[in-house]
T-cell receptor, first 115, second 114 residues
Protein backbone atom coordinates (compact mmCIF):
# COMPACT_ATOMS: atom_id res chain seq x y z
CA UNK A 1 0.00 0.00 0.00
CA UNK A 2 0.87 3.66 -0.03
CA UNK A 3 3.27 5.01 2.57
CA UNK A 4 4.89 8.29 3.60
CA UNK A 5 8.17 8.56 5.47
CA UNK A 6 9.08 11.80 7.18
CA UNK A 7 12.27 13.01 8.71
CA UNK A 8 12.18 12.20 12.40
CA UNK A 9 11.93 15.01 14.86
CA UNK A 10 11.90 16.95 16.92
CA UNK A 11 13.69 19.71 15.06
CA UNK A 12 14.91 22.77 16.96
CA UNK A 13 16.18 25.82 15.10
CA UNK A 14 17.08 29.39 15.88
CA UNK A 15 15.03 32.18 14.36
CA UNK A 16 16.04 33.00 10.75
CA UNK A 17 17.65 29.58 10.23
CA UNK A 18 17.01 27.51 7.09
CA UNK A 19 14.51 24.68 7.42
CA UNK A 20 14.33 21.39 5.57
CA UNK A 21 11.97 18.58 6.52
CA UNK A 22 12.43 15.52 4.35
CA UNK A 23 9.51 13.51 3.01
CA UNK A 24 9.59 10.49 0.73
CA UNK A 25 6.68 8.40 -0.44
CA UNK A 26 5.69 5.09 -1.96
CA UNK A 27 2.56 4.99 -4.06
CA UNK A 28 1.10 3.46 -7.17
CA UNK A 29 -0.34 5.70 -9.81
CA UNK A 30 -0.09 9.47 -9.66
CA UNK A 31 -0.68 10.75 -6.13
CA UNK A 32 -1.19 14.32 -5.06
CA UNK A 33 1.21 15.43 -2.32
CA UNK A 34 0.49 17.72 0.60
CA UNK A 35 2.08 19.38 3.61
CA UNK A 36 -0.18 20.12 6.56
CA UNK A 37 0.63 22.12 9.68
CA UNK A 38 -0.83 21.60 13.14
CA UNK A 39 -0.49 24.31 15.75
CA UNK A 40 -0.88 23.34 19.42
CA UNK A 41 -4.44 22.39 20.33
CA UNK A 42 -5.72 22.79 16.79
CA UNK A 43 -6.66 20.66 13.81
CA UNK A 44 -4.54 20.33 10.69
CA UNK A 45 -4.38 23.08 8.10
CA UNK A 46 -3.25 22.69 4.54
CA UNK A 47 0.10 24.43 4.08
CA UNK A 48 0.81 23.63 0.45
CA UNK A 49 0.25 20.96 -2.18
CA UNK A 50 1.36 19.68 -5.57
CA UNK A 51 -0.75 17.58 -7.87
CA UNK A 52 1.78 16.41 -10.47
CA UNK A 53 5.46 15.83 -11.04
CA UNK A 54 7.70 18.93 -10.99
CA UNK A 55 4.92 21.08 -9.52
CA UNK A 56 6.11 23.40 -6.76
CA UNK A 57 3.75 24.21 -3.93
CA UNK A 58 4.38 27.36 -1.93
CA UNK A 59 2.72 29.28 0.89
CA UNK A 60 3.84 31.61 3.70
CA UNK A 61 7.48 31.30 2.63
CA UNK A 62 7.39 27.48 2.62
CA UNK A 63 8.08 25.54 -0.57
CA UNK A 64 8.09 21.92 -1.69
CA UNK A 65 8.68 20.41 -5.12
CA UNK A 66 7.10 17.16 -6.30
CA UNK A 67 10.05 15.00 -7.42
CA UNK A 68 8.78 11.85 -9.08
CA UNK A 69 12.26 10.54 -9.88
CA UNK A 70 13.26 10.54 -6.20
CA UNK A 71 9.69 10.09 -4.86
CA UNK A 72 10.22 13.06 -2.56
CA UNK A 73 8.41 16.20 -1.45
CA UNK A 74 10.79 17.96 0.94
CA UNK A 75 9.55 21.03 2.79
CA UNK A 76 11.84 24.09 2.89
CA UNK A 77 11.79 27.59 4.27
CA UNK A 78 14.60 30.07 3.98
CA UNK A 79 14.16 31.87 7.29
CA UNK A 80 11.97 30.44 10.04
CA UNK A 81 10.17 32.45 12.69
CA UNK A 82 9.08 31.59 16.21
CA UNK A 83 5.50 31.50 14.91
CA UNK A 84 6.42 28.57 12.63
CA UNK A 85 6.72 26.30 15.67
CA UNK A 86 4.23 23.49 15.01
CA UNK A 87 3.91 19.90 13.86
CA UNK A 88 4.27 19.35 10.12
CA UNK A 89 2.73 16.39 8.29
CA UNK A 90 3.52 15.17 4.81
CA UNK A 91 0.63 13.35 3.11
CA UNK A 92 -0.46 11.83 -0.16
CA UNK A 93 -3.71 10.85 -1.77
CA UNK A 94 -4.51 9.00 -4.95
CA UNK A 95 -7.58 9.22 -7.07
CA UNK A 96 -6.68 7.06 -10.06
CA UNK A 97 -6.20 3.57 -8.73
CA UNK A 98 -7.74 1.05 -6.36
CA UNK A 99 -6.80 3.29 -3.41
CA UNK A 100 -8.93 6.15 -4.70
CA UNK A 101 -10.16 8.12 -1.72
CA UNK A 102 -7.50 6.97 0.71
CA UNK A 103 -5.16 9.45 2.36
CA UNK A 104 -1.82 8.49 3.88
CA UNK A 105 0.04 10.68 6.35
CA UNK A 106 3.56 10.66 7.68
CA UNK A 107 4.22 10.52 11.41
CA UNK A 108 4.68 14.25 11.72
CA UNK A 109 7.76 16.36 12.53
CA UNK A 110 7.71 18.74 15.47
CA UNK A 111 9.48 22.01 14.80
CA UNK A 112 10.48 24.39 17.57
CA UNK A 113 11.97 27.76 16.66
CA UNK A 114 13.79 29.64 19.40
CA UNK A 115 14.25 33.42 19.43
CA UNK B 1 -17.47 30.71 7.23
CA UNK B 2 -16.36 27.41 5.70
CA UNK B 3 -15.84 24.92 8.47
CA UNK B 4 -15.94 21.38 9.78
CA UNK B 5 -17.44 20.98 13.23
CA UNK B 6 -17.09 18.06 15.60
CA UNK B 7 -18.88 17.26 18.82
CA UNK B 8 -18.03 16.66 21.51
CA UNK B 9 -14.55 18.16 21.70
CA UNK B 10 -13.67 16.15 24.79
CA UNK B 11 -15.17 12.90 26.02
CA UNK B 12 -14.30 10.52 28.83
CA UNK B 13 -16.21 7.25 28.83
CA UNK B 14 -15.98 3.68 30.06
CA UNK B 15 -15.30 0.45 28.23
CA UNK B 16 -18.30 -0.89 26.35
CA UNK B 17 -20.51 2.19 26.49
CA UNK B 18 -21.61 3.06 22.95
CA UNK B 19 -20.80 6.57 21.77
CA UNK B 20 -21.12 8.71 18.67
CA UNK B 21 -18.92 11.59 17.60
CA UNK B 22 -20.70 13.89 15.19
CA UNK B 23 -19.11 15.67 12.23
CA UNK B 24 -20.69 18.27 10.00
CA UNK B 25 -19.41 20.39 7.13
CA UNK B 26 -20.95 23.39 5.41
CA UNK B 27 -18.95 23.36 2.18
CA UNK B 28 -21.11 20.91 0.21
CA UNK B 29 -18.13 18.53 -0.13
CA UNK B 30 -18.84 15.05 -1.36
CA UNK B 31 -15.81 13.52 0.35
CA UNK B 32 -15.50 13.14 4.12
CA UNK B 33 -13.13 11.16 6.29
CA UNK B 34 -12.23 10.21 9.87
CA UNK B 35 -8.70 9.95 11.27
CA UNK B 36 -7.14 9.16 14.58
CA UNK B 37 -3.92 10.75 15.77
CA UNK B 38 -1.65 8.93 18.17
CA UNK B 39 1.84 9.92 19.38
CA UNK B 40 4.52 8.60 17.04
CA UNK B 41 1.96 7.22 14.59
CA UNK B 42 0.84 10.35 12.80
CA UNK B 43 -2.67 10.36 11.39
CA UNK B 44 -4.28 7.12 10.37
CA UNK B 45 -7.42 6.97 8.30
CA UNK B 46 -10.34 5.11 9.86
CA UNK B 47 -13.12 5.42 7.27
CA UNK B 48 -13.90 7.67 4.36
CA UNK B 49 -16.91 8.44 2.24
CA UNK B 50 -16.82 9.47 -1.39
CA UNK B 51 -20.49 10.46 -1.37
CA UNK B 52 -23.82 9.88 0.32
CA UNK B 53 -24.42 6.19 1.10
CA UNK B 54 -20.85 5.35 -0.02
CA UNK B 55 -18.36 4.51 2.74
CA UNK B 56 -15.05 2.63 2.65
CA UNK B 57 -12.55 1.36 5.15
CA UNK B 58 -9.33 3.19 5.72
CA UNK B 59 -6.26 1.72 7.37
CA UNK B 60 -7.64 1.19 10.89
CA UNK B 61 -11.42 0.55 10.70
CA UNK B 62 -11.69 -2.14 13.38
CA UNK B 63 -13.99 -1.16 16.23
CA UNK B 64 -15.58 1.76 14.35
CA UNK B 65 -18.67 2.32 12.25
CA UNK B 66 -19.74 5.25 10.13
CA UNK B 67 -22.79 6.31 8.17
CA UNK B 68 -23.38 8.88 5.46
CA UNK B 69 -27.09 9.46 5.06
CA UNK B 70 -26.74 13.08 4.00
CA UNK B 71 -23.92 15.04 2.45
CA UNK B 72 -23.12 17.36 5.33
CA UNK B 73 -22.91 14.79 8.18
CA UNK B 74 -20.54 11.88 8.79
CA UNK B 75 -20.83 10.50 12.34
CA UNK B 76 -18.28 8.12 13.84
CA UNK B 77 -19.76 5.38 16.00
CA UNK B 78 -17.95 3.28 18.58
CA UNK B 79 -20.34 0.45 19.44
CA UNK B 80 -18.22 -0.95 22.28
CA UNK B 81 -15.28 1.34 23.01
CA UNK B 82 -12.08 -0.09 24.43
CA UNK B 83 -9.07 1.61 26.04
CA UNK B 84 -6.99 1.21 22.85
CA UNK B 85 -9.42 3.60 21.17
CA UNK B 86 -8.26 6.40 23.44
CA UNK B 87 -7.02 8.92 20.92
CA UNK B 88 -7.45 12.28 19.25
CA UNK B 89 -9.97 12.04 16.41
CA UNK B 90 -10.27 14.34 13.43
CA UNK B 91 -13.00 14.62 10.88
CA UNK B 92 -12.24 16.13 7.50
CA UNK B 93 -14.05 17.08 4.35
CA UNK B 94 -12.51 17.56 1.00
CA UNK B 95 -12.90 19.50 -2.18
CA UNK B 96 -11.59 16.96 -4.67
CA UNK B 97 -11.50 19.02 -7.82
CA UNK B 98 -8.04 18.52 -9.39
CA UNK B 99 -5.77 21.43 -8.54
CA UNK B 100 -8.23 22.65 -5.92
CA UNK B 101 -7.94 19.35 -4.02
CA UNK B 102 -7.93 20.54 -0.41
CA UNK B 103 -8.81 18.72 2.80
CA UNK B 104 -10.38 20.73 5.66
CA UNK B 105 -10.06 19.39 9.19
CA UNK B 106 -12.28 19.79 12.20
CA UNK B 107 -10.85 20.91 15.56
CA UNK B 108 -10.56 17.37 16.92
CA UNK B 109 -12.24 15.24 19.58
CA UNK B 110 -10.11 13.96 22.42
CA UNK B 111 -11.55 10.63 23.57
CA UNK B 112 -10.51 8.77 26.70
CA UNK B 113 -11.85 5.25 27.29
CA UNK B 114 -11.35 4.00 30.83
Amino acid sequence: GDSVTQMEGPVTLSEEAFLTINCTYTATGYPSLFWYVQYPGEGLQLLLKATKADDKGSNKGFEATYRKETTSFHLEKGSVQVSDSAVYFCALSSWRNTNAGKSTFGDGTTLTVKP
Amino acid sequence: EAQVTQNPRYLITVTGKKLTVTCSQNMNHEYMSWYRQDPGLGLRQIYYSMNVEATDKGDVPEGYKVSRKEKRNFPLILESPSPNQTSLYFCASRNTGGRTDTQYFGPGTRLTVL
